[in-house]
């Protein structure tokens, strides 16, 4: 699975530590699902489009091996 | 009761039993505890003492490094829970693997260099088994965190 949240977060001016205090994990955790090391939770990923504005299918999509 | 409540397969009230974690600071109380216990082991290698002790100690080493397994991170996301969980699987199959393969083959060779051939056993103790799953635990669990720093 790719995200485009470093872009997301890029375009919204927030840093990996101000995006992880708004949803209320640790910047690891950030990092882990923008360096694709970690597939968030549905509730993550929710949070994370509300967050944005944005449908999830906007910030995660599937690639051919999924 | 609780018993009764995971026999009934209540996930709500199992979860209630399953996430259960000590807070933070437990961390550090659970370190000094051990390294205390640890202290006081070897102290009694040099010192005259009851029978009762050397048990003692063991399982309050091993409380210790309960209370340091159970403590909370500072942040305790999901990303933390999912790697917890990785490193009690690990813990577990790693810590039984020991148990059955490893220790009894250290304290055969053990057994056999100091009291002979015959007297050489393959037996694993409690303590041995439960430190061991223990540190694997929070060994694996240390080096999960660090891949995703």
Redesign the interface.
């Known amino acids: 699975m790719k995200n485009t949240l470093k872009v997301q977060r890029a375009m919204r001016d927030l840093t990996q530590e101000q995006l992880a205090q708004i949803l209320?994990?640790?910047r690891?955790?950030v990092?882990?699902i923008e360096k694709n090391?970690?597939v968030?939770?549905t509730?993550?990923a929710l949070k994370l489009s509300k967050v944005f504005g944005v449908a999830v299918n906007e910030i995660f999509s599937l690639e051919a091996d999924d | 009761m609780a018993t009764n409540s995971i026999q009934n397969s209540d996930p709500k009230k199992i979860a209630r039993w399953t996430k259960f974690q000590l807070p933070n600071r437990f961390k550090r109380i659970g370190l000094i505890i051990c390294i205390l216990a640890f202290l006081l082991m070897l102290g009694r290698k040099f010192a005259e003492g009851p029978l009762w002790i050397k048990p003692l100690l063991s399982n309050i080493f091993i409380i210790g490094l309960l209370m340091v397994s159970l403590a909370k991170e500072k942040i305790e996301d999901e990303l933390i829970v999912n790697l917890r969980s990785q490193s009690y699987r690990l813990g577990f199959t790693f810590g039984v693997l020991y148990a059955i393969l490893v220790i009894p083959l250290i304290n055969y060779v053990v057994d056999m260099l100091v009291s002979g051939a015959e007297e050489a056993t393959f037996e694993a103790n409690v303590f041995e088994v439960l430190i061991t799953m223990l540190a694997i635990q929070l060994l694996f669990f240390h080096k999960f965190k660090k891949a995703h720093s």
């Open positions: 209320g994990v640790s690891q955790t990092n882990s090391r970690y968030p939770s509730v993550l």
